[in-house]
């Protein structure tokens, strides 16, 4: 039921002008608000009961003292409200900061329903709740620095003021709030704290707005929870951060517009505003939170990790923060102990404990919408920086949203623990996949720039865990970055996933992200007070993504000049994506995605041989990704491959991708005159697989290089592809055209296998032709594969190098279309030392070659060392006659050769 105010008056003060009026009238105003407040009372006496009367106090000037502070109006029997407001010149409430002993406290006012209902253009200063004694948040005490707000059930549960509340909310409009405080140790709320109305709401309808908050400023409070505010739905006397039973309350909202917090602080949660247990929501639209502070306690005797400074803009828990169109900028997030401090701009924990909205299955954390959350510094001591810009716990929304410059750091290179989240951490959302939508992560045309994590850490931009499905659409990465530490790694430059994530990641950029190690750091040795230069963190893995037993869906996206760096480890890995260990969960997906130009590089530090590249543009272990229809351009890898994919059970999967003018160098202008050059080179410019599993279809290799100095006593391997040890490959309609090993071999492939605890491997004479086609036994099956090298001249001599280089196993050629200058070296066990020490002291695999199809022009050439051969040529037609093999040249040292049809040598033979 609306209802229409019965008794409208307005009253006047000028708290300049000294004066005994008590009519309160503009020609003759009172001197202080309670007289005023005094002549209500008296003229309320006269009134019939039950009317409702709304009533509008002007005031002008400075208000000071005990008439003009502590104050509070209550008449609910005629549902009383009142408006607070500017005069014709500046109104302002100065409590003068009384601690004076006989003093418990000095609030400007406690705003209710049956009360103080609006605040306008006024302004309140310097008041605070400072007393011990009076420990009751209800009834003055150590909560609301400036004003207490009691929205909840303090009257009765008539449903008639409760449409008082539901038309006109407790309104503050065009205010100043400065230099407002409570007890740090234990009061919430600097400047305003507001309370109640979950159980008196419930009873009604949902949905009910308690606060609107416009176009004021707050600045210099300071409290323990919200240093400028604090709200919550729960009554003070039940007060409580735990979560209470969900079909007992409604759903209360807060709004907040056009409003600015600008250095305020919280010892704990919230430096600029602290919401818990408002079910209903609380809306930010248009504001500004800078350059407040969540500070942190200095002591935390229970051990309690929520003593570090959390949300130093806004901090919320079991309350959905709905920020659009606002700002929140250079906002920080401190501890002074070993626990982590968390969200140095937005603090969001929403999670399924918490009180359900039952229109959904779990409520959204935060949804943000055209907003920037920028420059925000979360910083630890001796434990880890979580969120330099938002840190949340539960599902979320962020669209059309600007992410830049926000840190993650901490104050020691020695941590065990991590930094994460430069500009977003996410803890959990909650839901798994199989949930529906709810409980996600949505991330959408949302710009992550420059943002950081240092030193050790994941995630330059955004870092998630645990079970989170997020989603991240049209949106652009660039110029993050996470540095390593001593103790941890540095692992995406961008985005990290860990331990069971979900990501889709669709049509978005990540440009000139890098994961890189510390670099000239100092520290003080044990036992000896004198500074010793130290080593290089760790390595980078991942320039733009890093994912560790997560499972990532990537499409139609572009990764180009991220870049990771080598310290003092066994070296970078990955220049844009890093797969480590999927764990059982899905396998990685990448459709329609470029990579161009990213780069794996070795370390810079001279006197460090063993830290090369790995991967410049991805590399996998212990995991099987697919690729389909990527395209692999102008990546780098010192040493090691432009994609590198390492650890047991890896099959990495390739079908329809292009790989152009990538490449595993062995030249790092940085060693020239280190004796370590000479031990640089590169293998697998396109691909290099350790101990995998490879599978290659309807791919091409184009002008692809592994390289070394001209000096190096290793050669480069494999141009294109390179097989180490445990590895196998099949390709299947692909094709490689004039891919090179400079100062090397293999200049489209070279694959290598060994045996592993002295066991035996079946020779030729062991199997025959049926058993040999039998795909599970091959190092490497090609079928109807194109091979057209690249033709070199010397002295106007055409010079001929290894294009397939095989070291030990059984390799496999159907339907192959073989160009001019294709050359095929095999060798088996005791061949090492023929090649003038490209391997280690390896025990080599039986080498056996069958190549199956016609060879009718004599472009092949075939070296063997203690390996079998076997050509079995295919007739063109069934009626048709078989041709013999043709080969250009053939040549064996303690090898054998087989073929039914018979072979034709055009040139040497031995």
Partial sequence: ??????????????????????????????????????????????????????????????????????????????????????????????????????????????????????????????????????????????????????????????SFHFVDVQVQPLSIHNCTFLSNSVDPDVGHGGAISIYGGNIDAAQHLNYVQRLNLTTSYFSKNSALLGGALFATGLEPSSFTLN???????????????????????????????????????????????????????????????????????????YTTLEISNSRVHENQAQTSTEFSPRGAGIYAFYDTHGTL????????????????????????????????????????????????????????????????????????????????????????????????????????????????????????????????????????????????????????????????????????????????????????????????????YVASTTFQMNKCSSGYD?????????????????????????????????????????????????????????????????????????????????????????????EAAGDQEDFQSSGISIMQSGRGGAIAAVASVMWVANSTFTNNRATARDNSLVPSLGGAIYLDYDSKGKFIGSAFTKNQASNGAGSEICAIAVVRNDEEEPTIEDLDVDVLKNEANSSLVFHNTTFEPLLLTRDRRLVVTPTVLIFGGTVKFMDGKFGKGMKIIIAGPGSLDLFGGYLENVALADANLLIEGPLEQAYLDVLAWNADLSFEPKAKCTLCAVSPAHLNSLKMVNASVSSSAGIVVEGDAW
């Fill in 357 to 552: 909205d039952p229109e959904k299955i779990t409520p959204d954390a935060l949804f943000m919408l055209m907003s920037e959350v920028s420059n925000n510094t979360c910083t630890s001591n001796d434990g880890a920086a979580e969120g330099g810009g938002i840190w949340l716990n539960g599902g979320g929304q962020v669209l059309d949203t600007l992410i830049e410059g926000n840190k993650a750091l901490s104050n020691t290179v020695h941590s065990l623990e991590y930094n994460a989240g430069g500009g977003i951490y996410v803890q959990r959302s909650g839901m798994l996949a199989e949930d529906g939508e709810d409980g996600f992560i949505v991330v959408r045309n949302v710009t992550f720039n420059e943002n950081q994590v240092s030193p050790g850490g994941y995630g330059g931009a955004l870092f998630a865990k645990g079970s989170t499905v997020i989603d991240i659409d049209e949106s652009t990465f660039n110029g993050n970055t996470v540095t390593s530490s001593q103790r941890i790694k540095a692992a995406g430059g961008a985005v990290a996933f860990t331990s069971g994530v979900v990501a889709t990641v669709t049509l978005s950029t990540f440009t000139g992200n890098s994961a890189k190690p510390l670099r000239g750091h100092s520290y003080i040795v044990e036992g000896d007070s004198s500074y010793m230069p130290e080593p290089d963190g760790l390595s980078g893995e991942g320039g733009a993504i890093f994912a560790e037993a997560s499972t990532l």
């Fill in 1 to 158: 039921m609306l209802v229409s105010f019965a008794v409208a008056n307005e009253y006047y003060i000028d708290c300049e002008q000294p004066s005994v009026s008590t009519s309160c009238t503009a020609s003759e105003p009172c001197s202080t608000i309670s007289v005023a407040l005094n002549a209500l009372s008296e003229a309320s006496v006269t009134e019939p009961a039950n009317t409702p009367s709304t009533h509008t106090f002007s005031a002008r000037g400075t208000c000071t003292g005990p008439l003009n502070t502590n104050l509070h109006h209550l008449d609910p029997l005629n549902s009383t409200t009142i408006t607070l407001k500017r005069w014709d010149a500046n109104f302002t409430i100065d409590c003068q900061d009384d601690s004076s002993p006989n003093s418990n406290f000095t609030r400007a006012l406690i705003m209710t329903k049956h009360g103080f209902t609006r605040l306008e253009s006024l302004s309140i200063q310097n008041c605070g709740t400072k007393s011990f004694t009076n420990t009751d948040p209800r009834s003055e005490g150590f909560n609301g620095g400036a004003i207490l707000i009691e929205g909840g059930n303090i009257t009765g549960t008539d």
């Fill in 243 to 317: 979560p209470i039973d969900a079909d007992t309350f409604s759903l209360l909202r807060d709004s907040i517009s056009h409003t600015t917090f600008y250095n305020n602080n919280a010892y704990q949660m919230g430096g600029a505003a602290s919401h818990q247990h408002v079910y209903g929501g609380t809306l930010y639209d248009n504001c500004e939170i800078i350059n407040n502070v969540a500070k942190g306690l200095k002591l935390c005797p229970q051990g309690d990790e929520t003593c570090a400074g959390t949300g130093g803009g806004i901090g919320a828990v």
């Fill in 570 to 662: 066994s070296g970078a890995s990955g220049g844009a994506i890093s797969i480590v260990a999927n764990n059982g969960f899905k396998e990685s997906e990448f459709d329609t995605v470029r990579f161009l130009y990213n780069e794996a590089i070795s370390s810079d530090d001279t006197t460090v041989d063993k830290a090369s590249g790995m991967g410049g543009a991805v590399h996998v272990m212990s995991a099987s990704p697919i690729f389909i229809s990527c395209e692999f351009k102008g990546n780098i890898a010192k040493s090691g491959g432009s994609k590198n994919s390492i650890g047991g059970a890896v099959g990495p999967k390739f079908v329809m991708c292009n790989f152009e003018n990538n």
